[in-house]
């Protein structure tokens, strides 16, 4: 099993950046996928989440309407658009797979570091 996680690097405050997660070992159709972030000194929060069949969305309040996530099943991948970033933003993004059903069944990425500066 397998989550990587690409895309992140340095952005100037009000820019854009896309991150992937590229799923293996694991039926991905079947999971939940979400975006958690952890600032330095900070806990890790959750950021986005998108569910397997209905492709229903959540986001937390911080980003919504600036993140979009969305998955591709044929391609057993998960992204996360990122736009109007702000240096609050800066954080290491990870993806976290959750089987829908057995939520005991959860998989975690390497992560990958935003960072938002002029």
């Known amino acids: 099993v397998q989550l990587v996680e690409s895309g992140g690097g340095l952005v100037q405050p009000g820019g854009s950046l896309t991150l992937s997660c590229a799923a293996s070992?694991?039926?991905?159709?079947?999971?939940?996928m979400s975006w958690y972030r952890q600032g330095s000194g900070k806990e890790r929060e959750l950021v986005a989440s998108?569910?397997?069949?209905?492709?229903?969305?959540h986001y937390s309040n911080s980003v919504k309407g600036r993140f979009t996530i969305s998955r591709d099943n044929a391609k057993n991948t998960a992204y996360l658009q990122m736009t109007s970033l702000k240096p609050e933003d800066t954080a290491i993004y990870f993806c976290?797979?959750?089987?829908?059903?057995?939520?005991?069944?959860?998989?975690w990425g390497q992560g990958t570091q935003v960072i938002v500066s002029s």
């Open positions: 976290k797979a959750v089987h829908t059903y057995t939520t005991s069944r959860e998989y």
């Open positions: 070992g694991f039926t991905f159709g079947d999971y939940i």
């Open positions: 998108i569910s397997s069949g209905t492709y229903n969305t």
